[in-house]
């Protein structure tokens, strides 16, 4: 065991370490060893399992032979994660987000580090991207660990560190969003890039893609939700407008709303005698029938207004972005240097230069007319 191939080692999501004698057999075999919390997230214990296939074995030896190969296979899965480890050169601000965002698996909320991210600088946040850290409005995260080994193994780790029982409640595969059922561990969910809203989870990469949507429809602080983002969750519009709340976005007007109210009122303004009993779907005959051509595409409704919540991460890009505002910590360029080189006048209008030769009076249209009025009263 101790001269196997680290392809004959698996780690099932229940914390055990399993061994395939036979190379190349894609069966996990027996259990050899198990995890339990650790000092770090990422390093957890390994004990030897005392069984038939371990019998025999140094098991000091054994024990190292699979730490060193749980290293390696974490280091393997959580690539990104594991690499923040070796922050190299980075300067303080983007050295500490790395430093927590590697302490919570790879995601972290932004107001958690807002501080630190208002002091990066351009070389700052080149180094974060280069560690594959994206700066997201609402959370901070690594995309590449959304693959779903990577969220498994987290699961798991954090299970462990969290002394949950195991093995814990993974997503489907590949699944970017579902509703949670019952008691919402809204830590774990964060932790596996499935951060929940409402009582929708959501994973990381497509809450990016819903909020970015969001902000680019946003005009005047305000916003109309989109059936493209309820199809995007597969949602219902109601669980849209709940995960949109639950970001803090508030709604203001919802014409679903208005339309029900208006169809109450003309119901209860008009009289009882003039109602007509409803035609009973089984009466109608089939050619009456009113059901729109397969071919034509149905109208979807208008969906409903919402108050747009402006973090800082929004409004500061809004304002540095902006036009007529001066960059550079608020410093405006004098233009008017010293030594004479640039005019100092105050007076920008602009000036009015002539071309060509010069006019004569008497050659002025309202000259010549002059002249013909007076030759006629001459004549007179």
Same mark, same amino acid.
Request: glycine share 8%.
């Given at each position: 065991?101790?001269?196997?191939?680290?392809?004959?080692?698996?780690?099932?999501?229940?914390?055990?370490?399993?061994?395939?004698?036979? &190379?190349?057999?894609?069966?996990?075999?027996?259990?050899?060893?198990?995890?339990?919390?650790?000092?770090?997230?990422?390093?957890?214990?390994?004990?030897?399992?005392?069984?038939?296939?371990?019998?025999?074995?140094?098991?000091?030896?054994? %024990?190292?032979?699979?730490?060193?190969?749980?290293?390696?296979?974490?280091?393997?899965?959580?690539?990104?994660? /594991?690499?923040?480890?070796? =922050?190299?050169?980075?300067?303080?601000?983007?050295?500490?987000?790395? &430093?927590? &965002?590697?302490?919570?698996?790879?995601?972290?909320?932004?107001?958690?580090?807002?501080?630190? =991210?208002?002091?990066?600088?351009?070389?700052?946040?080149?180094?974060?991207?280069?560690? +594959?850290?994206?700066?997201?409005? =609402?959370?901070?995260?690594?995309?590449?660990?959304?693959?779903?080994?990577? &969220?498994?193994?987290?699961?798991?780790?954090?299970?462990?560190?969290?002394?949950?029982?195991?093995?814990?409640?993974?997503?489907?595969?590949?699944?970017?969003?579902?509703?949670?059922?019952?008691?919402?561990?809204?830590?774990?969910? %964060?932790?596996?890039?499935?951060?929940?809203?409402?009582?929708?989870?959501?994973?990381?990469?497509?809450?990016?893609?819903?909020?970015?949507?969001?902000?680019?429809?946003?005009?005047?602080?305000?916003?109309?939700?989109?059936?493209?983002?309820?199809?995007?969750?597969?949602?219902?519009?109601?669980?849209?407008?709940? /995960?949109?709340?639950?970001?803090?976005?508030?709604?203001?007007?919802?014409?679903?709303?208005?339309?029900?109210?208006?169809?109450?009122?003309?119901?209860?303004?008009?009289?009882?005698?003039?109602?007509?009993?409803?035609? +009973?779907?089984?009466?109608?005959?089939?050619?009456? @029938?009113?059901?729109?051509?397969?071919? %034509?595409?149905?109208?979807?409704?208008?969906?409903?207004?919402?108050?747009?919540?402006?973090?800082?991460?929004?409004?500061?890009?809004?304002?540095?972005?902006?036009?007529?505002?001066?960059?550079?910590?608020?410093?405006?360029?004098?233009?008017?240097?010293?030594?004479?080189?640039?005019?100092?006048?105050?007076?920008? @209008?602009?000036?009015? /230069?002539? /071309?060509?030769?010069?006019?004569?009076?008497?050659?002025?249209?309202?000259?010549?007319?002059?002249?013909? +009025?007076?030759? @006629?009263?001459?004549?007179?």
């Amino acid at each position: 065991m101790l001269k196997a191939q680290d392809t004959q080692f698996s780690l099932a999501e229940d914390g055990h370490i399993h061994f395939q004698p036979k &190379v190349g057999n894609p069966l996990p075999g027996e259990a050899v060893a198990v995890l339990t919390k650790g000092e770090e997230v990422l390093i957890p214990k390994v004990g030897v399992l005392q069984n038939e296939t371990t019998a025999g074995q140094d098991e000091a030896a054994l %024990q190292n032979h699979l730490e060193d190969w749980l290293k390696r296979h974490i280091a393997t899965v959580l690539e990104p994660l /594991v690499g923040l480890q070796e =922050i190299g050169a980075m300067k303080q601000p983007a050295k500490d987000i790395a &430093v927590q &965002v590697h302490e919570a698996l790879g995601i972290i909320p932004r107001e958690q580090i807002e501080d630190l =991210i208002t002091q990066l600088d351009a070389d700052d946040r080149r180094d974060l991207r280069t560690k +594959k850290i994206r700066l997201g409005p =609402i959370l901070v995260f690594i995309p590449a660990l959304n693959k779903p080994a990577a &969220v498994r193994l987290r699961a798991m780790l954090w299970g462990l560190q969290n002394d949950k029982e195991l093995p814990m409640q993974c997503p489907k595969d590949g699944i970017v969003s579902f509703e949670v059922e019952g008691e919402v561990d809204a830590g774990f969910y %964060q932790a596996i890039a499935y951060p929940v809203f409402g009582k929708r989870a959501i994973r990381i990469d497509m809450l990016d893609r819903v909020i970015s949507a969001v902000y680019d429809a946003a005009d005047k602080g305000k916003f109309r939700a989109e059936h493209k983002t309820a199809e995007w969750l597969g949602s219902s519009i109601e669980g849209l407008y709940d /995960v949109l709340e639950a970001m803090g976005h508030k709604k203001i007007f919802d014409p679903a709303d208005e339309k029900a109210e208006q169809e109450a009122k003309a119901a209860e303004d008009k009289p009882e005698a003039e109602a007509e009993p409803a035609e +009973k779907a089984e009466d109608k005959p089939a050619e009456q @029938s009113e059901e729109a051509p397969k071919d %034509q595409p149905q109208e979807k409704p208008e969906l409903a207004v919402f108050r747009l919540k402006k973090g800082k991460a929004f409004e500061k890009e809004q304002s540095g972005g902006a036009k007529g505002k001066p960059k550079h910590g608020g410093k405006k360029k004098n233009n008017d240097r010293k030594g004479g080189k640039r005019n100092k006048s105050t007076n920008r @209008s602009p000036k009015i /230069v002539s /071309v060509g030769p010069e006019k004569k009076l008497e050659d002025s249209p309202f000259a010549i007319l002059e002249q013909l +009025k007076k030759q @006629s009263n001459d004549k007179t």
